[in-house]
């Protein structure tokens, strides 16, 4: 049974999807999920070499691929080779998720049911959507929206002006006025005669204990999810892609950016205004300057400053 409860899913054959692809199995396809989630039923795919661990173990059902990549993968799965696989992939989330690549507004929103939410306060204007769950002794702030299925922890403070979609809060969380979250990223396949527009599927999920500052964007998975850690804290106008992962106990300060799919760790802290590249891998109990700029992976235990970040001592060395 599919688990997206943002998102509606047409229940399509793959072979109807790949009708030129001589498959030796046919089914429903119960979600498009990354290689190392994907089960059986499910749709995956594998677009680069770095991913080639994850590829070799997958359980998958089938994977869209190239020639090139494929002899990564199992031979138990179906393999749909194409040229361009995230083309390929976003034409695919398409005729499956058709109202994932906008996001349209909620129609569903109205004012907070007063036998619905007893134990919750709410300031004026503020409007909630179908299937919301808000835990006891949360507040929510003027103006602000939380749109349908959105599930917000117990002893929550939303700030005002704020607009929380296709998110899981957890308990205990700050998240102050005018933040976004949970909105589509920004994704893009460049063609010639147009760009195709690639659905986000996934959510935001945020545990319990973290603080969210002011003017913070935090976009929604693509095909995974982006995640917040345990007790992290997150500066004003920090904004986080699609698909990034934070670890727990993480002190982010202003305006950095991460970029798409990047991977933090636990006890990591950021200077105000440096940027993360996408797809890195940050190690645990780093530290990285004000103003860097992270294009290369990390490993535990570093401090690293400049643009491109370098351990500090070489940093300084340059000076």
């Known amino acids: ?22 498959l030796k ?40 691929t190239t020639k090139e990549l494929e002899k990564f993968l199992p031979d138990s799965i179906q393999k749909i080779i194409v040229k ?11 005729k499956i998720y058709p109202d994932a690549d906008i996001d349209y507004p909620d129609l569903s929103l109205n004012r907070p049911g007063k036998n619905k939410y007893k134990r919750v306060r709410f300031g004026n204007n503020v409007l909630i959507g179908r299937n919301v769950k808000i835990g006891n002794n949360s507040i929510i702030g003027s103006n602000s929206i939380v749109e349908h299925n959105v599930k917000i922890g117990e002893k929550c403070i939303i700030g005002s002006n704020v607009i929380i979609k296709n998110t899981l809060v957890g308990d205990n969380v700050v998240i102050q006025d005018n933040c976004k979250i949970g909105l589509k990223g920004f994704g893009f396949i460049p063609i010639k005669s147009n760009n195709i527009k690639f659905p986000h599927i996934g959510k935001v999920i945020i545990e319990k204990n973290v603080e969210i500052a ?40 202003g305006q950095v950016g991460f970029a798409g799919s990047s991977i933090i760790g636990d006890n990591v802290s950021i200077g105000g205004q440096a940027g993360i590249s ?14 860097s700029g992270v294009v290369k992976d990390i490993a535990d235990n570093q401090t690293v400053m400049g643009y491109p970040a370098v351990p500090l001592r070489e940093f300084l060395k340059r000076k």
């Open 1 to 22: 049974m599919n688990s997206n409860i943002f998102f509606k899913k047409k229940n399509l054959n793959i072979s109807k999807i790949y009708s030129n692809v001589n």
């Open 278 to 291: 996408g797809h890195l891998k940050i190690g645990s109990n780093v530290k990285i300057g004000g103003g």
């Open 25 to 64: 199995k046919n089914f429903i396809i119960n979600d498009v999920k990354p290689l190392e989630k994907a089960k059986e039923k499910d749709l995956s795919f594998f677009d680069s070499v770095k991913y080639k661990n994850f590829a070799q173990k997958t359980k998958a059902g089938a994977c869209i």
């Open 84 to 94: 361009n696989v995230l083309f390929d992939l976003a034409k695919t989330l398409k």
């Open 214 to 253: 002011s003017g913070c964007t935090i976009d929604r998975g693509s095909i995974d999810d982006t995640y917040i850690g345990n007790n992290t804290y997150l500066d004003n106008q920090v904004h986080i892609a699609h698909n990034v992962k934070i670890g727990a106990n993480c002190m982010i300060a």
